[in-house]
């Protein structure tokens, strides 16, 4: 669990509104009463008919109540003649597959930060220092690579008219309000057009009113035609219509819309014996960079389910016939569903099980029709199963206040389920079996993406429409001047130094080196189970071993056995003991990696009664690499008791970083906890830790800024000394939050520096933004870059004090570099010095002996409010602030 790390942030929680809807005004309806609402929207051309899916054993009730489930209101479909529009739903972009260790392969996902649904691409604010002339580093070898971008060797410069387009009655399905309009291309000349804003290269009416006939059902449509405003070249919006033009263009390469992307259903990818399909597909973003204006491309995939929500139910039912309710619903709600019969994406939110196919509704001419006859009069689809419990999906707020209704029903026969569960993610065997499709080496990446380009350049409609607004694609990559830093010397104890190597890894000197600063282990209690004492004990003399080699001393400790593995057991067994002595530690051999097992123990030795604690499982005491692991566990609990196992060469100057990051309560989705991690010591190997839970931005810059105080505080006890610098690695910022972070958050950490240290001349600050989840690749003669690879011009952004550093070594897959944007800057440090700490930092995780993909201390507080967010939910005791009691 979380002792040897996780790679998610995140999980799938839901609010307790999203579990019991409010009624209608008006309360219960009768059973033959029609539902009030709308869900099937956008609907595209009809697709294939469903696969056949399992006829459930689940049986519905001979008497069905009369009031819907928990009060929810019911919802009449929406498409050609329906009794009110449909609004767009929220989408979540499905979970990807993650690759390697942290950052280490890649699978094209997105994630936490990532600009969901419709909102606006947020402008970029300029945050370059006006005195930094230059942001290029020196140190290093200069080396050519290539990145996965292509440059726009002509582009529109005239003056471009930005009208909003409305529609009346309200058509809220993008193609078909495309559809109304183009019948009107004549009039309005060449256009482009993404469902609300309108661009034209010629000067139409301020206002223009047109008619249109829907002809699903001979409806007049008024279009509204509204100037906003004029974009001129250097216009920061005027970037955003080249990605208007792009998205029509991949349109046009008949790639399908799932969601915000698009993905080439053709070339799907069958993995039968796990009932998934992988569909690979393409992420592009045009922006200004340095020089020029550049498009991103990159290679992703969407995991699709061949399995319906129905046949989830079935599942559910065969498991457990008298608590499937219960079951379905943990595993369905808050799960994204993608319909293909109009390739729309919802999330769940809740189930009727009064409401079901058979269920009517009205359409907008007052006809009464069910949910199974519309799907067939629409679609041509064929609904099997009649007693299935209806899926319902909630609108966001601003589709409510517009006066659409609250709730959607999907059948879950048509839906089918997207991503991966947790259990699938545990699943090593399936995992492996992805990874051979999304880990695309840089080779065959490089090829990919040509390939794109080609296709790009060759489809006439394509071709047209690039040249009609003037546009034209480069046919090759860009070429990206990079450095590559030396291999760093790792300092172990009693001055022994050793390089890190080519590859950044330096495992095998820790079999041999003294450890940079040792601990001794006399007084530990283990928990275990009397089955797998004798293998304990082996294992306890391999650690011990490990740590002799290590000039660490682990005494024999007190073995306790359980008579089971339950939760309680393990939280009785520890309060008893921490009731009776204080030992320096806890080990708990647990039999599987059960999450509530996990939380309780944590919870336990991390609230109640503060003790460094280590959960290990109890397959790895008989592993084939026993030896490896008992050297990884002796290195853990070292860390644990204050120990450090390996520093870098660092600048002799009294400097502290910053690690902070956020997390998100799965059990309560309005509550983050930010956790910050702070260095103590001129080596960076001791670290203060604070964590607060928040629900608002404003929150959250509070108490950052106020753990910093603590934080300076406890390092001037330890040193006698404020610290002179302070480097601050800011994660967990989205793109669209950065404005907040860059207004707010640094100037309260600059305004309680300035308390502590009375003059803010005092203390040189500087705050960085890291961005793990980007879709910028670089390559190296046609393969990854080598660790230490740094780029700090081209691809990097002119509004920015930005760099990229690729600090991992990565043997599948293409390697993802991480971005760093400095917000804030007073050290004086030149641009050469604040790239050669920062990949300094990536040396200094002691839970892997190499580098990882960003700072030690990010890594840290990544852990921190994981074990937090998805454990513990409350913050841990301050009795261990100074510890890395949560490695």
């Excluded at 890649?106 to 994630?111: F, L, R, S, V, W």
């Excluded at 030896?627 to 204050?642: D, F, P």
Aim: proline share 6%; with cysteine.
């Amino acid at each position: 669990m979380a002792d040897r790390g996780r790679g998610r942030s995140g999980g799938r929680g839901k609010r307790p509104d999203d579990r019991r809807p409010h009624p209608p005004p008006g309360g219960s309806r009768a059973s033959q009463e029609p539902p009030q609402g709308a869900w099937g929207r956008r609907p595209g051309p009809p697709s294939s008919q469903p696969g056949p899916s399992s006829q459930t054993p689940y049986a519905r009730p001979s008497q069905v109540p009369q009031t819907a489930a928990h009060g929810t209101q019911r919802m009449v479909p929406k498409g050609d003649g329906a009794s009110t529009s449909q609004g767009r739903v929220e989408k979540m972009e499905v979970e990807g597959v993650s690759g390697g260790r942290s950052g280490g392969g890649d699978a094209g996902i997105t994630g936490r930060g990532a600009i969901r649904g419709r909102r606006p691409i947020p402008v970029d604010i300029l945050t370059r220092p006006p005195d930094l002339h230059s942001k290029k580093g020196t140190t290093g070898t200069s080396v050519p690579l290539q990145a996965n971008y292509f440059k726009l060797l002509a582009t529109t410069d005239w003056c471009l008219y930005q009208y909003r387009v409305d529609f009346a009655p309200e058509e809220d399905r993008t193609v078909v309000r495309k559809g109304l309009l183009r019948l009107h291309k004549e009039t309005v000349g060449a256009y482009v057009f993404d469902g609300t804003v309108l661009y034209t290269s010629k000067r139409i009416p301020d206002v223009l009113e047109l008619w249109s006939v829907r002809q699903s059902d001979d409806t007049k449509i008024r279009i509204t035609i509204r100037l906003v405003g004029q974009l001129l070249k250097g216009d920061p919006h005027y970037i955003q219509f080249f990605n208007i033009i792009m998205r029509k263009c991949l349109d046009l390469l008949k790639l399908q819309l799932v969601g915000r992307n698009y993905y080439d259903a053709h070339s799907k990818v069958e993995v039968r014996e796990f009932r998934l399909e992988l569909w690979p597909g393409y992420l592009t973003s045009i922006r200004q960079h340095e020089n020029d204006i550049l498009m991103c491309a990159e290679i992703t995939h969407k995991i699709m389910r061949q399995q319906t929500l129905l046949d989830i139910l079935n599942d559910c039912y065969n498991q457990n016939r008298h608590e499937y309710k219960q079951i379905y619903e943990s595993q369905v709600i808050g799960l994204v569903v993608l319909t293909d019969y109009n390739n729309n994406t919802y999330r769940i939110t809740d189930i009727d099980y009064e409401t079901t196919p058979k269920s009517t509704f009205k359409l907008r001419n007052g006809e009464s029709i069910s949910y199974k006859d519309y799907y067939f009069n629409k679609y041509q689809i064929r609904i099997r199963n009649d007693t299935q419990p209806m899926l319902v999906t909630r609108l966001k707020p601003k589709e409510r206040r517009a006066g659409q209704a609250e709730l959607v029903y999907l059948v879950p026969e048509l839906c089918r389920a997207t991503g991966l569960t947790d259990s699938m993610r545990d699943n090593f065997h399936l995992m492996n079996a992805l990874a051979q499709h999304t880990r695309v080496a840089p080779r065959s990446r490089i090829d990919k993406l040509l390939h794109f380009n080609r296709r790009l350049r060759s489809v006439p409609t394509i071709v047209q429409e690039l040249n009609d607004w003037n546009l034209k694609l480069d046919d090759k990559l860009v070429n990206v001047q990079g450095r590559i830093l030396q291999p760093e010397r790792i300092v172990f104890g009693r001055s022994q130094t050793a390089s890190a190597g080519d590859f950044a890894n330096w495992t095998r000197e820790l079999h041999s080196k003294c450890l940079f600063n040792t601990a001794q282990l006399t007084d530990w209690v283990l928990i275990c189970t009397s089955r797998v004492r004798h293998d304990v004990e082996r294992f306890v003399g391999t650690l011990q071993e490990s740590a002799r080699g290590m000039s660490c001393r682990f005494e024999k400790p007190r073995v306790l056995e359980i008579h089971d593995d339950r939760s309680n057991t393990y939280s009785d067994t520890l309060e008893r003991i921490m009731s009776q002595s204080n030992p320096q530690l806890v080990f708990c051999v647990v039999s599987n990696n059960r999450a509530d097992r996990y939380g309780a123990i944590k919870k336990k030795c991390t609230v109640d009664r503060p003790v460094p604690s280590q959960v290990f499982v109890q397959r790895n005491l008989t592993s084939k690499g026993v030896r490896s692991i008992a050297t990884k566990v002796a290195i853990q609990l070292v860390c644990k008791l204050g120990g450090a196992p390996w520093s870098v060469e660092l600048p002799p100057v009294n400097l502290m970083v910053v690690g902070f990051d956020v997390c998100h309560d799965t059990n309560d989705k309005g509550r983050d906890f930010g956790a910050m991690v702070a260095s103590l010591d001129r080596s960076l190997t001791r670290y203060f830790s604070a964590v607060s839970s928040h629900s608002t931005g404003e929150e959250l810059s509070n108490e950052f800024s106020m753990n910093m105080v603590k934080a300076v505080q406890t390092f001037k006890r330890v040193n006698n000394i404020l610290p002179s610098h302070i480097v601050i690695y800011r994660d967990g910022v989205g793109e669209g939050q950065l404005p907040y972070v860059f207004e707010h958050e640094v100037e309260q950490v600059k305004q309680k520096l300035c308390e502590v240290y009375g003059d803010p001349k005092t203390v040189k600050l500087s705050f960085i933004v890291v961005t793990k989840r980007i879709n910028t690749r670089f390559f190296h003669n046609g393969n990854n870059p080598p660790p230490g690879t740094i780029v700090d011009d081209v691809v990097t952004n002119p509004l920015k004090y930005d760099f990229y550093v690729v600090s991992q070594s990565v043997q599948q897959g293409t390697v993802t570099p991480c971005a760093y944007n400095v917000l804030f800057d007073s050290t004086g440090w030149r641009p050469d010095q604040m790239q050669r700490i920062t990949y300094k930092l990536t040396h200094m995780y002691y839970n892997w002996s190499g580098t990882v993909r960003v700072p030690a201390p990010c890594q840290y507080a990544h852990k921190l409010a994981f074990l937090v967010a998805q454990f513990i939910r409350r913050p841990p005791s301050t009795k261990m602030e100074s510890l890395l009691y949560f490695l």
